[in-house]
């Protein structure tokens, strides 16, 4: 599974490509830009200045994500409890060597890391973190049901090269463990992953471009079990769907992956899903992309 090559971001950050999933983990744009923006810029973070947080970070990878997060919460002193779920240690190794990555961060990120490498496991007063190695359909089953979540990061290879982590049964059992104000983001947009987030009972917003990034629509999408629409702040960069994105939700585009017993295989569930598009009603998205001008190629993330 782990034939990994490095890559170097046009921000000048690495990152990899898996010749296994034949895709690279970052946007060519930037490995660390897209950690910064997607994520970490959507997270809101300040809400948790001096409190404690829950945080799942689901395909870990690198820990661009974690690192950057940990980065953060040092810095205005939270308290985090963070799981992570990663099914290979290879990309973890690959940071913990890489001295350029581990210069962006605070240092106590490697120590963390090193210990998450080394021991699956960090623990001092301020930060708890967990890594559980292995396929995440599998290890969120072992996260309490308690733990509720303020924050999950779900960075999976794209929804067609890894169907196994965007399917409505994995998302829905990801879901019970969000906190009613906790946040999904993801960088996806694809229209699947939104309509099975809102089949599941969340709020979901578009993740605006940043100036640099316009030619994009959208740079992915945030899911909050209940959101008053009154605290959607114009400062903040996630916002309600346009009615383009709207759109794309009532095309077959929107028909979710599946994968009932939550062992499929990659091909079973892509042929699943094309199997329930050929028979269904719903609207050709070739006919939504001619009528917003739309190319292939923009739709698709992680080029
Ligand atoms: C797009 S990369 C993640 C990028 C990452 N957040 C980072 O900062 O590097 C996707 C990751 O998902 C992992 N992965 C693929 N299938 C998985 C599965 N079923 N369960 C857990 N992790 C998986 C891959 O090993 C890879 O590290």
Redesign the pocket.
């Known amino acids: 599974m782990s034939e990994l090559i490095e890559i170097l971001t046009k921000d000048g950050s690495y990152s990899l490509r898996?010749l296994f999933f034949q895709e690279n983990?970052?946007s060519l744009l930037g490995a660390l830009e897209e950690?910064k923006l997607k994520f970490t810029s959507t997270s809101n973070l300040q809400r948790f200045k001096g409190k404690s947080l829950n945080v799942l970070d689901i395909?870990?990878?690198?820990?661009?994500?974690s690192a950057s997060l940990l980065d953060e919460l040092i810095k205005q002193k939270s308290y985090l409890n963070l799981y992570a779920?990663?099914?290979?240690k290879k990309?973890l190794e690959y940071s913990l060597r890489n001295e350029s990555f581990l210069k962006l961060w605070d240092p106590k990120v490697k120590t963390i890391f090193e210990s998450m490498y080394r021991q699956d496991y960090f623990e001092d007063q301020f930060f708890k973190c967990s890594v559980l190695w292995g396929?995440?359909?599998e290890k969120i089953k072992i996260i309490p049901s308690s733990i509720k979540f303020d924050l999950i990061y779900l960075?999976?290879?794209s929804p067609q090269k890894?169907p196994?982590?965007w399917t409505m049964e994995f998302l829905s059992k990801v879901s019970e463990n969000l906190n009613s104000q906790g946040y999904l983001i993801t960088y996806s947009s694809s229209a699947a992953v939104r309509k099975t987030l809102r089949n599941l009972g969340l709020e979901i917003f578009t993740i605006k471009p940043s100036i640099k990034n316009r030619i994009f629509w959208s740079q992915g999408t945030v899911a909050i079990p209940k959101f008053n629409n009154k605290k959607l702040k114009p400062n903040f960069n996630f916002e309600k769907l346009s009615l383009m994105e709207e759109e794309h939700l009532l095309t077959k585009a929107s028909i979710p992956y599946r994968d009932q017993d939550l062992n499929s295989s990659k091909d079973d569930i892509i042929k699943r899903r094309l199997d329930e598009q050929f028979f269904s009603n719903l609207l050709s998205t070739n006919k939504w992309r001619e009528k917003w001008g739309m190319t292939k190629l923009s739709v698709k993330s992680?080029i």
């Open positions: 898996s983990f970052h950690t395909c870990f990878g690198l820990g661009y994500n779920l990663e099914i290979d990309p396929d995440a359909r960075d999976g290879f890894c196994q982590v992680k």
